[in-house]
């Protein structure tokens, strides 16, 4: 059970004064339902406001005395209304819409010297502030900076300053579960007060991710990271499982051989599954490289022991498409296979979650879906999560909490610098695929300026497969970047026609399945998408991946988009177009250009990326952390490791009274369910 202590940081938002249904709405959006999302949610900026007593820079937030002298009051209330009065630096207009006279004269008593904190501007000769931020009789009742935190629409910076406010003034005392004398070494502060300075930043360099309060909640997440998934793993080592052994009742007939590696890590997980020991495994391996039939063929052994399996991805397409390919496999074997998504609904999805818990269905592909509550299974065996980095470790354990026993079997095709596999997926043994069938051909990588564009849309011309041609959807609210997608599709539409088609994330399902129904059966040539495509899609006669503005995305989502392409035996090119190229953005495109060796790649993303660049690792969702941010805190990373193993070693119950403490940080981070674990043993 949750400490009591953290109950008030665990209630809902709409139990702080002040939130209603309007402001919870868009809370609940912005940052999730309880008081502790909230906490969590955190400033991204300082805005300035200096005093100025000489002209202030142009465009910028100043706070100077104002003395009304005039009023020029406008002949209709369409014009707006203007104060003019006489500043430190000369004379100044404030401008006003939608105000009436009476608010104004109240608000600007003439000859009365005012302070005002607004943005300076220039027109046209003489300076305005349009509507200022603050007008006040004292200097001291403006404030010198304002606490900014990211917004969405509808959403008001000044509420949330409040409301959080209003949390630290109610926050439960916490024991520590730092040592101590580790704390006062680093000289961080205790979390509330860490917590409480986070949200306080005076100035930019507050928002350093190496400031002390930052570095100690940063340690604090870590740590809870890493004593979850060591709990998991420590349990996992000795749990019994549902014993499988090979029966070879069901044989598959492919139409190749497997590689070596396919082989050796087939008989890993073969081993695995044959014990008694619930199986917990991380299938590495980069794109291409044949993860699928590997999973395929470990699914066929539980099948054989009359255990159901479900094989979970993390797009619809691509559970989709794994349904399409596996179903086709499967048929000669009369093995009844299922596709649940959100999209199954109404009859069908009754009849099918009835088949499935009758255990009629042996094998369910599906989405999220599958984690639902309403979704049970007869006996599953195993459970296999596909592109696993897309999920977090909760999504992970809750399919694979479906049933007692359940052996796991995830997937993933971003490789993972050596330097922080085991801390990241500590809770996993490792198979590693290292090696791609035979007879692809390595694809060739070209960096272009999209200067070039005419040109990429000549040879587009003369490509004898198909092609992909990616713009990028960094953000999917971002409507200029919706825009331009559609942009590109015209134009090629009006050089190929109907053999382009277009997707990307704002389509419907049915709409996006159709296009890539088209795509798959050759029907159009060329496939304009966002990153929807990036996971998994397996199109074999696509040869050509056109990637633009390839300086906004990470190395991860690069690698992986060039790796839909070089997928069969044809010679395969992908060009990545830039617009505006920084240094750094310029070494990771060549990086890209010069090896197609994912694990080389990763490892140097993680060294190259600066501060700001970690676009591809934020959206490979390797790692979701609140606070923590690699590589910056890569150093506490392997502390956290270092104390999260020496605390189960000496307390591997966390009953001792740190302990106690312990599982209030676990709660704090939402590991909770490594806690159901430990109770469970
Ligand atoms: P990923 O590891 O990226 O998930 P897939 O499982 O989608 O890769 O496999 C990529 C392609 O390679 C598929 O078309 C698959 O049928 C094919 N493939 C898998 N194993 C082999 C093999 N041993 N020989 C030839 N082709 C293979
Ligand atoms: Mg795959």
Same mark, same amino acid.
């Given at each position: 059970m949750r400490p009591e202590i953290l109950n008030p940081l665990f209630c809902d938002i709409t139990s702080l004064k002040g939130? &209603?249904?309007? /402001?919870?709405? !868009? *809370? %609940?959006?912005?940052? #999730?339902?309880?008081?502790?999302?909230? *906490? !969590?949610?955190?400033? =991204?900026?300082?805005?300035?406001? $200096? @005093?100025?007593?000489?002209?202030?820079?142009?465009?910028?937030?100043?706070?100077?005395?104002? /003395?009304p002298k005039k009023y020029l009051v406008p $002949? /209709?209330?369409?014009?707006?209304?203007?104060?003019?009065?006489?500043?430190?630096?000369?004379?100044?207009? +404030?401008?006003?819409?939608? =105000?009436?006279?009476?608010?104004?004269? @109240?608000?600007?008593? *003439?000859?009365?010297?005012? !302070?005002? =904190? #607004?943005?300076?501007? %220039?027109?046209? #000769?003489?300076?305005?502030?349009?509507?200022?931020?603050y007008v006040r009789e004292k200097q001291q009742d403006i404030p010198t900076h304002e606490v900014i935190y990211p917004l969405m629409k509808g959403a008001q910076n000044t509420v949330l300053i409040k409301l959080i406010q209003g949390v630290f003034s109610n926050f439960p005392t916490l024991p520590e579960w730092q040592n101590e004398k580790f704390l006062a070494v680093n000289n961080w502060p205790d979390f509330k007060s860490a917590l409480f300075k986070l949200h306080r930043p005076e100035n930019d360099s507050d928002l350093s991710p190496l400031t002390p309060p930052r570095m100690r909640l940063a340690f604090d997440e870590l740590l809870a990271n890493q004593l979850a998934l060591m709990i998991v793993r420590q349990k996992n080592r000795v749990q019994a499982g549902i014993a499988c052994p090979p029966k070879n009742t069901l044989k598959l007939s492919l139409p190749f051989a497997l590689t070596t590696a396919q082989e050796k890590v087939l008989s890993e997980i073969s081993t695995d599954l044959a014990s008694p020991i619930r199986m917990s495994r991380l299938l590495q391996g980069d794109v291409g490289s044949g993860k699928t039939i590997v999973a395929l063929l470990a699914a066929l052994q539980v099948i054989e022991n009359n255990y159901q399996v479900a094989f979970m991805a993390p797009t619809d397409i691509l559970a989709r498409q794994h349904f399409q390919k596996i179903s086709k496999l499967l048929e000669p074997l009369n093995i009844r296979v299922g596709l649940l998504t959100a999209r199954e609904k109404g009859k069908r999805r009754e009849a099918l979650l009835k088949s499935l818990a009758l255990g009629e269905i042996s094998l369910i592909i599906g989405t999220h879906a599958l984690i639902e509550e309403g979704v049970q299974f007869k006996n599953l065996g195993l459970a296999i999560i596909d592109e696993q980095h897309r999920f977090g470790v909760n999504q992970r354990l809750k399919l694979a909490q479906k049933q007692p026993k359940v052996n796991t079997l995830v997937m993933s095709a971003t490789p993972i610098p050596r330097s922080l596999a085991m801390t990241l997926y500590g809770d996993m043994e490792v198979s590693v695929l290292n090696e791609k069938p035979a007879g692809r051909t390595p694809i060739q990588t070209k960096v272009l300026s999209t200067k070039k564009i005419p040109a990429v849309i000549q040879k587009l011309q003369n490509w004898p497969n198909q092609a992909y041609w990616v713009c990028p959807l960094v953000d999917e609210s971002e409507k200029s970047d919706l825009m331009a997608v559609k942009e590109r599709f015209k134009e090629l539409q009006q050089v190929f026609g109907n053999a382009v088609g277009l997707v990307h994330g704002k389509m419907k399902g049915d709409e996006k399945e159709a296009v890539m129904a088209d795509f798959v059966s050759g029907k159009t040539r060329i496939l304009v998408s966002t990153t929807v495509i990036e996971? #998994?899609?397996?199109? $074999? %006669?696509?040869?050509?991946?056109?990637?633009?503005?390839?300086?906004?995305?990470?190395?991860?989502? *690069?690698?992986? +988009?060039?790796?839909?392409?070089?997928? &069969? /035996?044809? %010679? =395969?090119?992908? +060009?990545? +177009?830039?617009?505006?190229l920084s240094a750094n953005a310029k070494q990771r495109l060549e990086l890209l250009r010069d090896t197609e060796d994912g694990f080389k790649i990763a490892e140097a993303d993680l060294q190259m990326r600066g501060a700001g660049e970690i676009l591809g690792w934020r959206q490979s969702g390797l790692q979701d952390f609140k606070i923590a941010h690699l590589p910056e805190h890569t150093d506490l990373l392997k502390y956290a490791t270092q104390e999260a193993k020496e605390i189960l070693k000496s307390d591997p119950t966390l009953s001792t009274s740190r302990g106690q403490a312990l599982r209030t940080l676990l709660y704090l981070f939402e590991k909770d369910s490594a806690i159901h674990t430990l109770k469970a043993g």
């Amino acid at each position: 059970m949750r400490p009591e202590i953290l109950n008030p940081l665990f209630c809902d938002i709409t139990s702080l004064k002040g939130v &209603g249904d309007k /402001t919870a709405h !868009w *809370l %609940n959006l912005l940052c #999730g339902r309880r008081v502790l999302d909230l *906490l !969590w949610h955190l400033p =991204s900026s300082v805005r300035m406001r $200096p @005093i100025y007593e000489t002209q202030p820079p142009l465009g910028q937030c100043a706070t100077f005395q104002f /003395t009304p002298k005039k009023y020029l009051v406008p $002949p /209709t209330r369409r014009i707006p209304f203007r104060v003019q009065g006489e500043t430190p630096f000369g004379t100044l207009v +404030l401008v006003f819409f939608h =105000s009436h006279m009476k608010e104004i004269e @109240i608000r600007f008593p *003439l000859d009365k010297t005012l !302070w005002i =904190s #607004g943005t300076l501007q %220039n027109k046209n #000769g003489t300076f305005i502030v349009i509507h200022p931020d603050y007008v006040r009789e004292k200097q001291q009742d403006i404030p010198t900076h304002e606490v900014i935190y990211p917004l969405m629409k509808g959403a008001q910076n000044t509420v949330l300053i409040k409301l959080i406010q209003g949390v630290f003034s109610n926050f439960p005392t916490l024991p520590e579960w730092q040592n101590e004398k580790f704390l006062a070494v680093n000289n961080w502060p205790d979390f509330k007060s860490a917590l409480f300075k986070l949200h306080r930043p005076e100035n930019d360099s507050d928002l350093s991710p190496l400031t002390p309060p930052r570095m100690r909640l940063a340690f604090d997440e870590l740590l809870a990271n890493q004593l979850a998934l060591m709990i998991v793993r420590q349990k996992n080592r000795v749990q019994a499982g549902i014993a499988c052994p090979p029966k070879n009742t069901l044989k598959l007939s492919l139409p190749f051989a497997l590689t070596t590696a396919q082989e050796k890590v087939l008989s890993e997980i073969s081993t695995d599954l044959a014990s008694p020991i619930r199986m917990s495994r991380l299938l590495q391996g980069d794109v291409g490289s044949g993860k699928t039939i590997v999973a395929l063929l470990a699914a066929l052994q539980v099948i054989e022991n009359n255990y159901q399996v479900a094989f979970m991805a993390p797009t619809d397409i691509l559970a989709r498409q794994h349904f399409q390919k596996i179903s086709k496999l499967l048929e000669p074997l009369n093995i009844r296979v299922g596709l649940l998504t959100a999209r199954e609904k109404g009859k069908r999805r009754e009849a099918l979650l009835k088949s499935l818990a009758l255990g009629e269905i042996s094998l369910i592909i599906g989405t999220h879906a599958l984690i639902e509550e309403g979704v049970q299974f007869k006996n599953l065996g195993l459970a296999i999560i596909d592109e696993q980095h897309r999920f977090g470790v909760n999504q992970r354990l809750k399919l694979a909490q479906k049933q007692p026993k359940v052996n796991t079997l995830v997937m993933s095709a971003t490789p993972i610098p050596r330097s922080l596999a085991m801390t990241l997926y500590g809770d996993m043994e490792v198979s590693v695929l290292n090696e791609k069938p035979a007879g692809r051909t390595p694809i060739q990588t070209k960096v272009l300026s999209t200067k070039k564009i005419p040109a990429v849309i000549q040879k587009l011309q003369n490509w004898p497969n198909q092609a992909y041609w990616v713009c990028p959807l960094v953000d999917e609210s971002e409507k200029s970047d919706l825009m331009a997608v559609k942009e590109r599709f015209k134009e090629l539409q009006q050089v190929f026609g109907n053999a382009v088609g277009l997707v990307h994330g704002k389509m419907k399902g049915d709409e996006k399945e159709a296009v890539m129904a088209d795509f798959v059966s050759g029907k159009t040539r060329i496939l304009v998408s966002t990153t929807v495509i990036e996971v #998994g899609v397996d199109v $074999p %006669n696509a040869s050509l991946m056109i990637i633009e503005h390839a300086e906004r995305f990470g190395l991860a989502t *690069l690698h992986q +988009l060039r790796g839909r392409v070089g997928r &069969g /035996t044809l %010679n =395969s090119v992908c +060009l990545l +177009l830039y617009d505006k190229l920084s240094a750094n953005a310029k070494q990771r495109l060549e990086l890209l250009r010069d090896t197609e060796d994912g694990f080389k790649i990763a490892e140097a993303d993680l060294q190259m990326r600066g501060a700001g660049e970690i676009l591809g690792w934020r959206q490979s969702g390797l790692q979701d952390f609140k606070i923590a941010h690699l590589p910056e805190h890569t150093d506490l990373l392997k502390y956290a490791t270092q104390e999260a193993k020496e605390i189960l070693k000496s307390d591997p119950t966390l009953s001792t009274s740190r302990g106690q403490a312990l599982r209030t940080l676990l709660y704090l981070f939402e590991k909770d369910s490594a806690i159901h674990t430990l109770k469970a043993g």
